[in-house]
């Protein structure tokens, strides 16, 4: 049982290019959230999904884009990286109900210069 | 909008007891998280509230006032691997996924 897989784990980006952050559970999960974590400012959610073909934004969603074609993956694509968004993200899912915690994915480390 | 407060860092001994609080402020409340990160990982689950109380876990509890706002989480008898930010996190009313997480509370446990 892998859990949230993310890839890559680290990237370098030069302004200006685009990329996707992939992630994906194998816990039928339907929820899927990815957030950023900057240095004294904790967790900030980015995009989130309730289930397949269903997203919306988060608290930080500005360059950033998502889609949710099926209960397993739910990518994160940087349209036009900024140095503003070098950041450690991180996937998340959980099940529906109340109570029920994130399970995370590993992180990816972008760098952008 | 929710704003959630908490130490950003505390020390305590290996073998004590040490209380992490989180105070919140919140449009709406649909629950109380707090989850564990060792440095350069991601972080894992420990506990929810979502009723007034205390919540016991092993070594671990948290306990929840949704009138003041306020959690703590108790950990008992330190151990050096619970070196780690603790983050505490709430769950907004109207949308089960909009968990909103504040900046974290480091905790070194000392010898």
């Known amino acids: 049982n892998a859990g949230v897989t993310q890839t890559p784990k680290f990237q370098v980006l030069k302004t200006g290019q685009s990329m996707t952050l992939q992630c994906a559970q194998d816990m039928n999960h339907e929820y899927m959230s990815w957030y950023r974590q900057d240095p004294g400012m904790g967790l900030r959610l980015i995009h989130y999904s309730v289930g397949a073909g269903i997203t919306d934004q988060g608290e930080v969603p500005n360059g950033y884009n998502v889609s949710r074609s099926t209960t397993e993956d739910f990518p994160l694509r940087l349209l036009s990286a900024a140095p503003s968004q070098t950041s450690v993200y991180f996937c998340a899912s959980s099940y529906g109900g109340l109570g029920y915690g994130y399970t995370f994915g590993s992180g990816t480390r972008l760098t952008v210069v | 909008g929710q704003n959630i407060d908490q130490p950003t860092e505390m020390t305590a001994t290996e073998g004590a007891i040490v209380q992490i609080n989180c105070t919140y402020q919140t449009s709406g409340f649909n629950g109380l998280f707090w989850y564990q990160q060792h440095a350069g990982e991601a972080p894992t689950f420990l506990s929810y509230n979502v009723l007034d109380g205390l919540e016991e876990k092993g070594r671990f509890s948290s306990f929840l006032s949704r009138s003041k706002g306020y959690s703590y989480l108790l950990l008992k008898e330190l151990q050096m691997k619970d070196s780690a930010s603790y983050l505490c996190?709430?769950?907004?009313?109207?949308?089960?996924?909009?968990?909103?997480f504040g900046a974290g509370t480091r905790l070194t446990v000392k010898p």
């Open positions: 996190a709430v769950r907004g009313r109207y949308n089960n996924n909009d968990m909103r």
